[in-house]
């Protein structure tokens, strides 16, 4: 399926171009053609070890991406909904082999093949979230080995010194490459590889990629900010907004998660026999508590009316921050059920307010990420094209597509990606303004005023069109000026627009 008109619109061009072209480039159009109609594919990157793949069965709703360093955590792995659980190893030469899912439900630690010739693992899964957003699972951006493979550098363009693992091949860095949009997790400190690797992104992908547009920052286990059960909230809130001004120019914003809590709640791995055994825990006196969640070892180790081994499993599901949540509201409210306590367990880590972010941030814009992709990919076929007559058709047609008003869209995402990378620089409340035009479809919002009916918005339009014109003309650089042109013309649309229907502008 297509996520709305202007990926649709882009289906119609790609149909109308393959029957202009010659078989090579028309093969490759098909290729975008074909993408126009699959969910929008996220990446998830970080350093190893950053918690990408707890994130990744958070998101999925299963723990099927196994989190301990073996064979499978050193290839992408894409996971996509399927009608029924299927894991493929793709290798290089174009071939598949099945891989059973192991009896705990996840993917095998052991490949069966040399790592050399896998491409990626491709992951189906009847999960309904995989529904409308395809998660790609990255070894390689930002590993503690930030040497590029030789391979992968001729592929992808970078320099030697781009974050990528070094046993990374180019068909899997082209997978990551292919991602429209990314989730960046990182730990406890914002370090210079994170902003390189999130550069790397950018460059290796398409137009749109690793910007505030679409790119979003997971501060993640921030349970292991404080000591034992403490509360980490107080100290993971402010570190997080001081990681967001650090990467202002690369994502959107930078959401704190105990991805592991996240994980066993999303993933419906606390069971009534594990609520069972919180119980009997959360019955100690207060004392006994305090000792017991003290460290790891002594909640292991402390004599309790629970044995060893359930202990041992409440540390793999929860650690010491969600069991000594789970034993505070099971002490508040002795008869909360397990439903009721895995709710609240999910909410303490956060995960709730990072997926309304996903929401707002990719999923909201997937029909013009997933279009600007499809430009993106377009423009280079065009320029990769041996054959001339073919070159001047897609760039034609291109161009035509984006003399359209509706695909004006697209001009302002890319000149408001430009902006809030600083690769183009204007004065803050422009650039504000800029980056509510490219992402918000509602009129009030774009022009602040929130009580507006549509002649006033569309006065208001046409005074931001004025504003753009004359800094175009009389106060910008060259390359402010094709921005505040791009601005103009997109403030003069939505006045159209706004005066033709009286009502909020369709975007």
């Known amino acids: 399926m297509t996520t709305g008109p202007l990926t649709q619109r882009m289906a119609t061009l790609c149909d109308e171009i393959v029957a202009q072209v010659g078989p090579q480039a028309g093969e490759q159009v098909q290729q975008v053609r074909r993408r126009l109609a699959e969910p929008l594919r996220v990446a998830i990157a970080g350093r190893l070890k950053a918690g990408k793949s707890t994130l990744v069965n958070a998101l999925i709703g299963r723990r099927v991406a196994p989190t301990a360093a073996g064979e499978c955590t050193r290839v992408v792995t894409r996971f996509r909904y399927g009608s029924a659980d299927r894991v493929d190893a793709v290798l290089r030469d174009g071939s598949r082999r099945s891989l059973p899912l192991g009896e705990d439900g996840m993917i095998p630690q052991r490949l069966g093949v040399s790592l050399a010739r896998v491409a990626y693992v491709d992951v189906a899964l009847t999960s309904e979230n995989l529904r409308e957003l395809t998660v790609v699972d990255t070894p390689g951006l930002a590993s503690t080995d930030t040497q590029l493979s030789a391979r992968a550098a001729a592929q992808l363009g970078e320099p030697a010194t781009a974050p990528f693992d070094a046993d990374i091949d180019e068909d899997s860095a082209a997978e990551v490459a292919a991602a429209e949009a990314v989730i960046y997790v990182f730990t406890q400190a914002v370090r210079a590889d994170d902003v390189h690797a999130l550069e790397a992104f950018r460059a290796a992908s398409a137009r749109l990629a690793s910007s505030p547009i679409n790119a979003l920052g997971v501060f993640g286990k921030i349970d292991t900010l404080v000591g034992g059960a403490a509360d980490p909230w107080p100290v993971a809130g402010p570190l997080a907004e001081q990681q967001g001004a650090l990467l202002s120019r690369t994502v959107a914003q930078v959401v704190p998660v105990v991805g592991l809590l996240a994980e ?86 956060g995960f709730p307010r990072l997926q309304h972010t996903v929401e707002q941030t990719l999923r909201w814009r997937a029909d013009a990420i997933k279009a600007g992709w499809a430009l993106s990919r377009l423009e280079r076929v065009a320029g990769h094209t041996a054959t001339g007559r073919d070159r001047d058709t897609l760039r034609d047609a291109t161009e035509r597509l984006l003399r359209e008003p509706a695909y004006h869209r697209l001009r302002l995402l890319e000149v408001a990606q430009r902006v809030a990378t600083g690769r183009v620089g204007l004065p803050a409340a422009w650039e504000q303004e800029l980056i509510r035009l490219a992402t918000t479809s509602d009129p009030a919002a774009i022009l602040r005023l929130p009580h507006a009916g549509p002649e006033e918005l569309a006065a208001a339009a046409v005074e931001a069109a004025n504003r753009w014109r004359v800094y175009a003309v009389a106060g910008a650089g060259p390359a402010q000026s094709r921005v505040a042109q791009v601005a103009h013309r997109g403030f003069h649309l939505l006045a159209q627009s706004l005066r033709s229907t009286g009502t909020q502008v369709p975007r």
Request: aromatic letters at 4%; one cysteine or more; glycine letters at 10%.
């Open 264 to 349: 066993t709640g999303q993933a419906g791995r606390l069971t009534a026999a594990d609520c069972a055994a919180l119980q009997q825990l959360s019955t100690l006196a207060p004392g006994e508590l305090q000792v017991l969640l003290a460290s790891v070892d002594l909640f292991r180790t402390r004599p309790a009316p629970v044995d060893p081994q359930r202990r041992a499993r409440l540390l793999e599901l929860l650690d010491l921050y969600g069991i000594g949540f789970a034993l505070a509201q099971l002490g508040a409210d002795p008869q909360l059920g397990t439903g009721e306590l895995v709710r609240r367990l999910v909410a303490a880590s």
